[in-house]
């Protein structure tokens, strides 16, 4: 399956992330029994009538990408919540450096380049080097939440948690953004973990949403 595309299993149902597109969505009862099929499943076991199929769908490169299973988003470990203290304040200078953030993610979000934003976020843990102790961690959750309170800038939870990695990128935190979806009624919704610490939303309502991207 082409690196743009991830899918969790719902209640049943499949839900698919086109982060290149910028969509989400469901497939027809055919095509979805087509990729349960799959799931699991060397590509090179796969019927060549399977092939042309997904490929019509925009599933699969031409050639496919190596190593690109098709498997579904994997569940998170439990989660426990560390939150920032909200007695912090942030100075003049990293409220700048935060609105100079929001701005350009809301920007290439606007553009639809949430691909290129997560790439980016990618290639800035890898080179991470290890993470400083977790008490640092607390401090620094709390004076990005200061310093977004000062920027007059919609709170959005995508732009949020894109703008609390990238604050905790330089600074040297390790950060995953958690992409998640829930149906009837469809929502969508975003968040920032570091191992099982949950560092920017509630337990409750995180756990209402099933994980279809994890970054």
């Given at each position: 399956m082409r690196s743009t595309l991830s899918f969790c299993a719902i209640d049943g149902a499949l839900v698919f992330l086109d982060?290149?597109?910028?969509?989400?969505?469901?497939?027809?009862?055919?095509?979805?029994?087509?990729?349960?099929?799959l799931i699991d499943r060397p590509i090179a076991d796969w019927p060549d009538e399977a092939k042309a199929r997904l490929?019509?769908?925009?599933?699969?490169?031409?050639?496919?990408?190596?190593?690109?299973?098709?498997?579904?988003?994997?569940?998170?470990?439990?989660?426990?919540?560390?939150?920032?203290?909200?007695?912090?304040?942030?100075?003049?200078?990293?409220?700048?450096s935060v609105a100079w953030q929001l701005f350009r993610i809301r920007r290439a979000l606007d553009r639809g380049r949430l691909a290129q934003l997560l790439d980016h976020h990618g290639a800035a843990q890898r080179t991470m080097r290890p993470t400083p102790p977790k008490r640092r961690l607390t401090t620094e959750l709390s004076v990005f939440a200061a310093a977004r309170m000062?920027?007059?800038?919609?709170?959005?939870?995508?732009?949020?948690?894109?703008?609390?990695?990238?604050?905790?990128?330089?600074?040297?935190h390790h950060a995953t953004?958690?992409?998640?979806?829930?149906?009837?009624?469809?929502?969508?919704?975003a968040w920032v973990q570091q191992g099982n610490a949950l560092l920017n939303d509630d337990r409750e309502r995180v756990n209402n949403f099933t994980p279809i991207r994890i970054a």
């Open positions: 982060i290149a597109a910028d969509r989400y969505f469901m497939l027809s009862r055919r095509d979805d029994d087509l990729v349960r099929s490929r019509q769908l925009g599933f699969l490169a031409d050639p496919p990408e190596s190593g690109a299973a098709l498997r579904p988003m994997a569940s998170l470990p439990c989660l426990q919540d560390h939150r920032a203290d909200p007695a912090r304040s942030a100075n003049p200078g990293t409220v700048a000062a920027v007059p800038i919609r709170h959005n939870c995508l732009l949020d948690s894109l703008g609390l990695c990238a604050f905790l990128a330089s600074r040297a953004l958690v992409i998640g979806v829930r149906i009837a009624p469809f929502r969508a919704h």
